[in-house]
């Protein structure tokens, strides 16, 4: 019913969750975190901030945490995805590909004071929920702050693991944070893992191995 009310337009969607929770009715966690990425995607960060603080302990399942941190991130507000993110753990709340991913999206936003070593920490806490779309961002995060070296364990750890392969976005993100320490050299060589991997480059992939060895 939300989707269908979103899809209808902002207005039909906001009176919409607000009648679903004055008439008390309790939702579950899917439809709470619905309501929240919904009222995010719309621009109402405070009132899907809101809403979230709201919910009681058994409506904050992982889809709605996931849903919270994509709000805030959005509103840039990185120290309430980093806050609830923590919370949901305490509270023990089992962390999924999409939550852990949402927490290192957080990590990879501009603003975030060593985001790197809370990127690290994340995937280490959550080995189980990491997949290969949470171990990109993770590099992404690295090579923010032009962590070469975290950024290429990354990638090889996921080269090696049973998740899945790297995609041509794990490989950008880690030959971009190679341009701070200028290693053209390790640019190129990933170059050619990713060929070798069976992907194609993409312009993405080469034009950061451009502006690596630009830099050198």
């Given at each position: 019913?939300?989707?269908a009310c979103q899809r209808a337009g902002r207005h039909s969607l906001v009176v919409a969750i607000h009648t679903l929770y004055s008439l008390e009715l309790q939702p579950d966690a899917w439809a709470s975190g619905a309501a929240v990425?919904?009222?995010s995607q719309l621009g109402q960060h405070g009132r899907a901030f809101a809403l979230y603080e709201s919910l009681e302990p058994s409506q904050r399942g992982a889809h709605a945490v996931s849903a919270a941190l994509n709000a805030a991130t959005r509103a840039r507000r990185w120290d309430l995805a980093a806050a609830w993110y923590d919370d949901a753990k305490r509270q023990g709340v089992t962390v999924d590909a999409h939550m852990l991913d949402a927490a290192l999206r957080a990590c990879a936003a501009h603003g975030v004071q060593k985001r790197w070593r809370r990127a690290l920490r994340l995937v280490r806490e959550a080995p189980e929920a990491a997949d290969a779309r949470c171990f990109t961002s993770a590099i992404r995060?690295?090579?923010?702050d032009g962590r070469w070296r975290e950024a290429l364990g990354l990638l090889r750890?996921?080269?090696l693991s049973n998740v899945s392969a790297p995609s041509a976005h794990?490989?950008?993100a880690a030959i971009s944070a190679l341009r701070p320490s200028a290693k053209w050299r390790t640019a190129v060589a990933l170059l050619g893992r990713?060929?070798?991997s069976g992907l194609a480059l993409d312009a993405h992939c080469v034009g950061a191995a451009l502006e690596v060895c630009a830099a050198a």
């Open positions: 019913a939300l989707m990425r919904a009222l995060a690295c090579a923010a750890r996921l080269e794990a490989y950008s990713m060929r070798s």
